[in-house]
């Protein structure tokens, strides 16, 4: 078999099942808690086919979603059997007419869209709809029990205050604890007599603080650093180092910008550039490295433009700050300017609630939300704030609208080096124009020749090479014309990042009746959330819009949501699921706390560390539960499958940032970046669309990426709605990453043959190989010594014996194999083999 085969193979083979089945679900299953009383088949439904639907269903299919494709929900017994637009999903004991097993089978319908189900899955469906469908949730409570007012809603837990403090639980093995967090955790396995897994080695603990607060893996000197560190506060040091890195506030940040819908595109259609994005994104990245208090930035992002300020730089990162109010989906040509500006409303109230509240009150704009206790009163008292915000503006070009845009203020400093530029930028137009002046003249004295009769013999050819240099002229004219008008649009000014402000005259809102902008129902005071509302609300100035005091009643630590949201996001992103798993719905739909009194101790303990995001992280990541090895006793792993008790740490593979940031690390070629703006662009055809008095606004396609970013983390790639990621950001499209139209604080995992070919094929991972494989040569000569390096850059710890044996094997009949094919760099060749084949294998793919 030739080499490339054998790869490919090896590739198919081995990562891709691994990947499938090595415990890394993106939504492991998360059955309701079973009854004593369940019948057999209702217990393989808890235990076998609700997992399958949270797993692979639920994403769009459920009332956590805005919008359930096809009006089906799955997450209600009654769901399925009222069905959606095609009719009831399952007909009992009937798979084969049953339009769910159809779509999963892939028939007429194929669902879910990104791939078909694995095999065993599928046959976990049949056979539950084969022996009854046997599903034994309780119908939730309906919209006039549960929505408004309703006191069923409002017990909700999410909505109670969070509790006070309290001692933490005793536990009977004291030694273990690190933390009153692994108190909590170790008293919940004691109760159900069992034990917490094993410390990780040193080794493994290292990687995965390393991937979860940075997103890139130690390098060998960070590793022996720590392996020779023997103080007692050895891991202490290497956290604080990673908090203290630039690379923490990138990884942090790409968490946050999952949340915004983040872009560098306006909308999905006409390819409009959103040329200030960038600003809110280094702002983001900035904010997470200064450990901006998280109420504090709360208020920035709400209401940034309304707060006080010391400073030109203060003000202007204020200012950036509440872009996050309209980075988003936004259709900037709709000529019914009343349904845009209810459309962008709709979707700030929207973000904001996911964002800090895990709250989906967007869900009540036409009616009273089904579930939750948010009444259509309360979405138009949130919304009057919004409506009261100037927030889209008509743009200058026909039917377009924009987001508001501003100037930002400028220190001296910043406003002596911006002349400057104007300067230079004036003398490089001027002296364009005087290029093209000479031009000019020379092609009228060549019209004017042309324009003069031919008298004498030989004047034909002299008239052809004057017709010539006409045309040449005329082309330099043209393509100079472009330039200066290039120039002049895009002349040095001030900078400019998109903002909100309030409107002159805030007012209240009207329902709109079904959502429609022109059907206006009663006038609702502007306002918040009643049922999450503890205490007397902050009352709104009727000159205000009230974002400010709507950021006051977020970031209150009376407010029993947003602490608690945000600890449990937190927790999420280092334990690899929430302690509530619906990390993005705390309404009465969503999943209860594992550990209510955790999560409230967390709170608690955010809020009286003055919100500090690091400082959370750091007593977190410190925590033995942290320390945990991914694997555990066989009978904790039979008793708690799920781990939801936390009895181990959770597996997973690396998100699609980290992966291509430890691809491009380990391999020398990741460099630094500061930020900046993110596209490399090109003009299409339509020139005068720079100029004033145009119809459409100019249009851009995506140029060519300056040579630096294709080794640029991946925070710092353009973000591009309308098409697939291309060139460095190629891989963003195969391995899970948030669609910018989306709020996602959990991203879905999937996995799928495409991944395979990725990792087998593509042009990125054979360089990265490449590159890899020539650090390895250029060091030690001995082969031993080569291997020992490689291991410890590529998986970050030590080589075993066996692995150094098979290595040795596998070079040894690479060598012979390659020299046989006359390859001009057999040795090079051979460890590029080895090299790619680590690179993509499960190890390197997981963070354990």
């Not at 897994?197 to 940075?214: F, G, H, I, M």
């Not at 459309?343 to 800090?356: M, S, T």
């Not at 902008?517 to 009352?539: C, E, F, K, Q």
């Not at 302690?579 to 009286?608: M, N, Q, T, W």
């Amino acid at each position: 078999m030739n080499l490339p085969n054998r790869i490919g193979l090896w590739i198919v083979a081995v990562a891709l099942p691994l990947i499938v089945g090595s415990g890394i679900d993106a939504n492991p299953a998360r059955a309701d808690e079973p009854s004593s009383s369940d019948t057999a088949a209702e217990r393989f439904f808890r235990d076998q086919a609700l997992p399958v639907l949270r797993q692979y269903c639920f994403e769009c299919h459920s009332h956590a979603t805005k919008k359930a494709k096809g009006g089906l929900v799955l997450d209600s017994r009654s769901g399925w059997e009222q069905g959606g637009e095609s009719g009831p999903a399952i007909v009992p004991g009937k798979p084969e007419e049953s339009l769910l097993i159809q779509a999963v089978r892939y028939g007429d319908l194929e669902m879910p869209p990104k791939g078909k189900l694995p095999a065993a899955a599928i046959a976990t469906l049949e056979r539950w709809v084969k022996d009854g469908a046997a599903d034994p949730r309780v119908p939730e409570p309906s919209a006039s029990q549960a929505g408004g007012a309703g006191e069923t809603g409002r017990n909700h837990w999410a909505f109670q205050p969070i509790r006070p403090e309290s001692p933490p639980p005793r536990v009977h093995d004291s030694a273990w604890p690190l933390d009153d967090v692994d108190r909590y955790v170790l008293a919940r396995l004691e109760e159900r007599a069992l034990r917490p897994a094993a410390d990780a080695d040193r080794y493994t603990w290292l990687r995965r603080v390393s991937l979860d607060l940075t997103g890139l893996p130690p390098t060998p000197q960070e590793i022996a650093a720590f392996r020779d560190d023997s103080s007692p506060r050895a891991h202490e040091h290497v956290v604080d180092r990673l908090l203290g890195s630039r690379a923490f506030g990138e990884r942090w940040g790409r968490h946050w910008l999952d949340l915004v819908g983040y872009a560098d595109q306006i909308g999905t259609a006409n390819d409009i550039f959103a040329e200030h994005a960038w600003r809110y994104r280094d702002y983001v990245i900035d904010a997470f490295n200064a450990d901006v208090p998280y109420d504090r930035f709360i208020h920035e992002q709400i209401a940034g433009d309304l707060l006080p300020h010391g400073s030109a730089e203060q003000r202007a990162r204020q200012l950036v700050a509440t872009g996050f109010l309209l980075l988003g989906d936004l259709a900037v040509v709709e000529a019914d300017k009343a349904k845009l500006r209810i459309d962008v409303v709709d979707q700030q109230v929207d973000k904001v609630g996911r964002a800090f509240l895990g709250m989906t009150i967007a869900c009540a704009r036409c009616h009273d939300h089904k579930f939750d206790p948010i009444p259509q009163r309360d979405y138009y008292a949130l919304a009057g704030i919004f409506h009261s915000t100037d927030s889209v503006r008509k743009a200058e070009w026909g039917v377009w609208s924009w987001p508001a845009l501003a100037d930002l203020p400028e220190t001296e400093a910043q406003q002596t080096e911006r002349e400057a530029r104007e300067e230079r930028h004036r003398q490089r137009v001027d002296a364009l124009k005087a290029d093209r002046e000479h031009l000019r003249e020379q092609k009228k004295g060549v019209d004017a020749a042309l324009a003069k009769p031919a008298n004498a013999p030989g004047d034909d050819s002299a008239r052809t090479a004057l017709v010539h240099v006409q045309n040449d002229l005329a082309a330099q004219l043209a393509k100079l014309d472009s330039t200066i008008l290039h120039a002049e649009f895009f002349a040095p000014a001030r900078p400019r990042a998109f903002v909100v402000r309030d409107l002159a005259h805030p007012a209240d809102m009207k329902i709109t009746i079904r959502g429609n902008a022109h059907a206006l129902g009663a006038l609702v005071p502007r306002g918040y959330l009643r049922a999450a509302s503890v205490g007397p609300a902050p009352s709104i100035p009727p000159a205000e819009s009230g974002r400010r005091q709507l950021a006051g009643w977020i970031a209150s630590p009376a407010n029993p949501l947003t602490a608690r949201v945000a600890v449990n996001r937190i927790w999420q992103k280092l334990f690899g699921e929430g302690i509530v798993r619906s990390v993005d719905y705390f309404g009465l739909r969503g999943e209860a706390p594992s550990h209510p009194e955790l999560l409230d101790h967390l709170a608690r303990r955010f809020v009286s560390g003055g919100w500090s995001q690091k400082g959370l992280i750091r007593s977190l990541v410190l925590s033995r539960t942290y320390r945990q090895s991914s694997r555990s006793d066989a009978r904790t792993s039979a008793a708690d499958p799920d781990n939801r008790l936390f009895g181990r740490m959770n597996r997973r593979r690396l998100d699609a940032e980290a992966l291509r940031d430890a691809l491009l690390a380990v391999s020398g070629r990741l460099i630094a970046c500061s930020g900046g703006p993110s596209l490399p662009l090109e003009y299409r055809e339509n020139t005068g669309n720079l100029e004033k008095g145009a119809v459409n606004p100019p249009s851009f396609r995506l140029g060519r990426f300056r040579p630096e970013q294709e080794f640029v983390r991946t925070v710092y790639l353009p973000v591009i709605r309308s098409a697939p990621q291309a060139g460095p950001a190629e891989l963003r499209n195969v391995f899970d990453f948030t669609q910018p139209a989306e709020f996602a604080g959990q991203r879905s995992i999937t996995a799928v043959p495409t991944q395979a070919l990725f990792l087998m094929n593509s042009k990125f991972m054979k360089d990265r190989a490449v590159d890899l494989a020539r650090r390895v040569v250029q060091g030690p000569n001995e082969e031993k010594a080569r291997l020992e390096a490689l291991w410890l850059r590529a998986f970050n710890r030590p080589i075993t014996d066996a692995e150094t044996s098979d290595a040795r094997t596998f070079l040894s009949e690479l060598r012979t194999e390659l020299a046989g094919e006359k390859n001009p760099e057999p040795e090079l060749r051979s460890w590029v083999e080895l090299c790619h084949s680590l690179l993509a294998s499960n190890e390197f793919l997981m963070r354990l």
